[in-house]
């Protein structure tokens, strides 16, 4: 219940042509959506995050669209850009009422991005 | 902008012999963390620590792992006896308040731990 399932697990897009990541979630607990990106040897860097209060949230070229009755969301980046070839997580926690725990993140497989010229 | 540091950037160690990775935080962060990836694979929670105690461990923070802020400034991940299994990336992380939304997770770049 713990899971967080992401697909696909790589993809190619021409330069200027719109990545869509999907992530899907069984823990209807979960109220934190982010998405992280991560280049070789570095660590994840929080790119966007979204509450489940919203069904869509957009910052420059990258939009988290939610659903919450289908328990899913989807990361999609606008023009993509040959920069943006890096490998993208989706995570989830639960953030609610303090109950002790440190909201740990729950991460999905990854995607890697490559963007081709 | 202020990074979370990680020490060594890259780990040696033989089959059962004690680890320990360092951190330091970001300097007005409360929250610390330690996740590890396997070569490949997704981030995993191991631990999460708040008011100089563990709030929160993963199945795999077994007794073969510590945490410790033993200063104002430093976070060490100690495995006392490395198995192969144990081969990972280990990230290091920390927020200023506990919710995400608030205050994301900054993640260092990571100790590359090999077990021979």
């Known amino acids: 219940q713990q899971q967080v399932k992401q697909s696909p697990q790589s993809l190619i897009v021409q330069k200027g042509g719109i990545s869509i990541i999907n992530c899907a979630y069984e823990?209807?607990?979960?109220?934190?959506f982010p998405w992280y990106q991560q280049f070789p040897g570095k660590g994840p860097a929080l790119l966007i995050a979204?509450?489940?209060?919203?069904s869509e949230k957009k910052e420059g070229r990258f939009t988290i669209s939610f659903n919450k009755s289908a328990k899913q969301f989807s990361l999609h980046i606008m023009d993509s850009q040959p920069g943006d070839s890096a490998t993208y997580f989706c995570?989830?926690?639960?953030?609610?009422?303090?109950?002790?725990?440190?909201?740990?993140?729950?991460f999905g497989t990854g995607t890697q991005l490559k963007v081709e010229l | 902008e202020p990074e979370v540091t990680q020490t060594p950037s890259h780990q040696v160690t033989q089959m059962g012999q004690e680890v320990i990775l360092r951190c330091v935080p970001i300097?007005?962060?409360?929250?610390f963390y330690w996740y590890r990836q396997i070569l490949g694979q997704k981030v995993e929670f191991l631990v999460s620590f708040y008011n100089n105690e563990i709030s929160e461990k993963s199945e795999i923070f077994d007794d073969q792992f510590s945490v410790e802020r033993p200063d104002g400034s430093n976070f060490t991940l100690k495995i006392r006896s490395t198995k192969l299994e144990d081969s990972a990336m280990y990230f290091c992380?920390?927020?200023?308040?506990?919710?995400?939304?608030?205050?994301?997770?900054?993640f260092g770049n990571g100790t590359r731990l090999t077990v021979t």
């Open positions: 992380a920390s927020r200023l308040d506990r919710t995400g939304a608030n205050s994301p997770l900054h």
């Open positions: 995570a989830a926690s639960r953030e609610g009422p303090f109950t002790g725990g440190g909201n740990k993140l729950t």
């Open positions: 823990n209807t607990a979960f109220d934190y």
């Open positions: 300097s007005n962060h409360l929250y």
């Open positions: 979204i509450r489940p209060d919203v």
